[in-house]
């Protein structure tokens, strides 16, 4: 079946330049994540959505970075005026809703790996 | 603050090897994952566990919530087991459930 897909896949932009970055969950699933992973880290909460709801944007870096998820389904991570020091994979994940405190497990897209220079 | 610390960083073993990677983090955890990231960054979930153990093929994931520790092991290590592995925990009482990552082990298996 169809897993998250994320596009692009690589994404070069001059330093300054604004990008949108899409994500694709698996049809159905409540819950979507957006982290980022820096060269030779581990990945990083963004934010999260329950449906179109933005439940929590407390990981995300600055006010450049903005997420939505209109229809609750795809969702896009904008960037505005990139700095270098965005240069990271973006990593999607999504999962069926938490029910009574029980999670369920995430599934992750390819990733977008964003260069600025 | 919610914390997950792997250990160790780096591995180099050699094939057919019983590998062993451990994961602590601090209070109120729901859930841990470990998960497996191969070169190009796509991560890949390999477990899901809020107690006890769980075996998939080579695969074993123990999880003691007393002394907050999860260990991955991996029976007769294969090259194809090459990658990096990541615990992260799901912290209750937060309102999301979104991941804290451990910093992920280095895993080379040899020939």
């Known amino acids: 079946g169809a897993g998250v897909s994320q596009s692009p896949r690589y994404k070069v932009a001059k330093r300054g330049q604004d990008v949108a970055l899409r994500c694709d969950p698996i049809?159905?699933?409540?819950?979507l994540f957006w982290y980022q992973q820096a060269l030779g880290q581990g990945p990083e909460f963004l934010t999260y959505?329950?449906?179109?709801?933005?439940?929590?944007k407390s990981g995300l870096p600055s006010d450049r970075f903005f997420a939505e998820r209109p229809e609750g389904s795809v969702s896009t991570l904008k960037i505005q005026r990139t700095q270098q020091e965005d240069s990271a994979v973006y990593l999607c994940a999504s999962s069926r809703s938490l029910a009574g405190g029980l999670s369920y497990e995430q599934y992750f897209g390819p990733g977008t790996r964003l260069t600025v220079t | 603050k919610n914390e997950v610390e792997q250990s160790p960083q780096n591995l180099t073993a050699q094939e057919g090897e019983f590998i062993t990677i451990n994961c602590s983090y601090s209070?109120?955890?729901?859930?841990l994952h470990w998960l497996q990231q191969h070169p190009g960054g796509g991560i890949v979930s390999l477990f899901m566990l809020s107690s006890g153990k769980k075996k998939h093929g080579r695969l074993i994931a123990t999880i003691n919530i007393q002394e907050k520790h999860s260990s991955l092991h991996i029976t007769a290590s294969h090259p194809r087991d090459s990658a990096v592995y990541i615990c992260?925990?799901?912290?209750?009482?937060?309102?999301?459930?979104?991941?804290?990552f451990g910093k992920g082990t280095h895993l080379i298996i040899q020939p």
């Open positions: 209070v109120g955890i729901s859930a």
């Open positions: 992260a925990g799901i912290f209750s009482g937060g309102g999301a459930d979104g991941l804290t």
């Open positions: 049809s159905g699933h409540v819950s």
């Open positions: 959505f329950q449906n179109e709801a933005q439940l929590d």
